[in-house]
């Protein structure tokens, strides 16, 4: 149980330190607001996950199922 909080409270302040980082160093960024940028910027993550999570599964063993 003490682990589980631990970690809750690690993803609450990395997600709060990035939250003030986009806050007020976002704008100093010379990104244009343009809707490709937009869709970049919402799918990044989630192609970087997906791509990380697929790498992972082709160096882990094969399991017989």
């Keep these: 149980m003490h682990n ?3 970690f809750i409270l690690k993803v609450l302040v990395i997600s709060a330190g990035l939250s003030v980082l986009i806050k007020y160093a ?3 960024l010379p990104v ?4 490709i940028n937009a869709l970049i910027f919402v799918f990044l ?3 970087i996950l997906a791509i990380a ?3 992972r599964s082709l ?3 094969q399991q017989n199922q």
């Design 4 to 6: 589980q909080t631990k």
């Design 26 to 28: 976002g704008p100093a």
């Design 45 to 47: 993550p989630s192609l």
């Design 53 to 55: 999570l697929w790498w």
């Design 59 to 61: 160096s882990s063993p």
């Design 32 to 35: 244009g607001a343009t809707s």
